[in-house]
């Protein structure tokens, strides 16, 4: 299996590579050159089975030649052997016909635990292989950072820097990021904001001096890997709702299209998915777009929704490539337009996206309404993501087909919203209760892209 560019002009690389390098070298989104399919039996076999037996299922023609059965069977029992369910994507009722997908039940309460979980053993097992070390470097607003460090804490072949703004993370995030022990993981607050963090990431990786002598490596969003791993649980909640004998449509709180797209690539690979639908918060881009309106930026609005406020949705990329015929120049076109406000997207374009997605959006308001809604009428307290999509689902389901929506974050990582909206504070799992115990291990950095250098330098493992 190899991967090429969205933008058609970056070397074709393995899994592996594809993998280890992330963004292309034009700019560009790795993707499958073909899309592997499963057939209607090989879908129904997994009925009945185990949630990382449908993983391997479902990813192992991605992986192609990279690990061997046994190898990659492994990686994945470790990537989720500390998730604090056995089904580790279950799915519960709200409504006739509308189901919730939870996918908050890793250690970090968001589902970028099934992708960060999965990406940490992959690289520690190519890496050890190939008897490198790299040196992860991010940048976070609180969710992205605490899934990387739990994912890469412990890794012998990887060391960990979060970059967070000092002061400007919940309290929740901050300890899921300074409490883990390990000496691999190194939390650092900046005195800046987020902006700065990330203009702080972008010069290191820049310079490369730097980025090849600490082995300077990135997880951000767009790695395909993190993308397949969220393929999985489309398959496994699907199947336990009688696919592929059935059709079930799909709706996904998203801000950088990441999660959703997964949900293309299941349809692509023969799931049988009616619709999928895109539900944003009132950062609307992706919304505006599947309306017709075109693919415009406008400015962020921060949200009781704070993962999904997004100025530009970076995987769209990825649909679009499809929706222009997978033609490459196109798509770097378009991105050009896009630095300076955006693009029109072509009718054939259209018509080929609209075909596969709905889309609507939720207001501040109607986001606290559904809170509280979902807890008086389905006895469940979801958090403002999830609520997002609950509210979008219930606008535009079909009533005949199993509507899937997917809750995103566990409602203790968003207490402030979740109270106010329902009056209820939602309680940690049993199994964190003691975060606010645990002591924080976290160093307090100026905004100085050369003191940052230096302290990675010294503190990385060598
Ligand atoms: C990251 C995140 C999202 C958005 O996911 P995308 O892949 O960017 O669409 C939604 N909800 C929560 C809780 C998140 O952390």
Redesign the pocket.
């Known amino acids: 299996m190899q991967y090429i560019s969205t933008r058609g002009n970056a070397p074709v690389l393995s899994f592996e590579e594809a993998m280890l390098t992330g963004l292309a070298g034009d700019g560009g989104l790795y993707v499958p050159e073909t899309v592997p399919t499963l057939s209607a039996d090989d879908i129904r076999a997994m009925n009945g089975q185990s949630y990382e037996e449908i993983a391997f299922r479902v990813m192992r023609p991605f992986v192609d030649a990279t690990f061997s059965d046994d190898d990659f069977r492994a990686i994945i029992a470790r990537a989720y052997e500390g998730f604090g369910h056995l089904a580790r994507a279950p799915l519960t009722q709200l409504d006739t016909n509308h189901f919730l997908l939870e996918l908050?039940h890793g250690p970090t309460l968001?589902?970028?635990d099934f992708a960060m979980q999965l990406i940490g053993q992959l690289f520690q097992t190519a890496l050890a292989r190939r008897g490198e070390r790299v040196t992860i470097v991010g940048a976070t607003s609180g969710?992205?950072g605490s899934?990387a460090i739990e994912a890469f804490r412990g890794l012998d072949n990887v060391d960990v820097f979060i970059l967070f703004p000092h002061g400007r993370v919940s309290e929740v995030q901050r300890r899921q990021m300074t409490t883990p022990a390990e000496s691999n993981v190194h939390a650092l607050a900046v005195d800046g904001d987020f902006d700065d963090c990330q203009a702080a990431l972008k010069e290191m990786f820049a310079d490369h001096d730097f980025r090849d002598e600490v082995r300077l490596a990135a997880v951000n969003?767009i790695n395909w890997a993190r993308v397949l791993a969220?393929v999985v649980y489309y398959f496994s909640s699907a199947v336990s709702l009688g696919a592929p004998d059935r059709k079930v449509s799909f709706t996904?709180?998203?801000?950088?299209?990441?999660?959703?797209?997964?949900g293309y690539i299941a349809r692509q690979m023969g799931l049988p998915i009616d619709r999928l639908v895109v539900a944003t918060n009132q950062n609307d881009i992706l919304h505006r777009c599947l309306s017709g309106q075109g693919y415009r930026k406008g400015e962020t609005r921060p949200s009781v929704?704070p993962?999904?406020d997004?100025q530009v949705?970076?995987?769209f990329e990825r649909a679009l490539f499809d929706a222009y015929g997978r033609d490459g120049k196109a798509v770097a076109q378009l991105m050009d337009e896009l630095k300076t406000g955006g693009f029109d997207v072509s009718q054939g374009a259209m018509e080929y996206l609209t075909e596969i997605f709905d889309s609507g959006a939720a207001s501040e308001e109607e986001t606290l309404k559904t809170i509280a809604e979902t807890l008086r009428d389905s006895a469940e307290l979801i958090?403002p993501?999830?609520a997002v999509g609950v509210k979008v689902a219930k606008a535009l389901r079909d009533t005949d087909v199993p509507m899937i929506t997917?809750a995103?974050?566990h409602p203790a990582?968003?207490p402030a919203a979740v109270e106010e909206a329902s009056g209820q504070h939602p309680p940690l799992p049993p199994r964190m209760a003691d975060l606010y115990d645990r002591p924080e291990r976290v160093t307090r950095i100026a905004n100085d892209l050369a003191a940052l250098k230096q302290h990675i330098r010294g503190m990385r493992s060598k």
Do not use: E
């Open positions: 908050f968001a589902f970028k969710d992205t899934a969003s969220q996904v709180p998203t801000g950088n299209f990441g999660d959703i797209f997964a929704s993962s999904m997004i949705s970076s995987n958090c993501h999830s997917l995103t974050a990582k968003f």
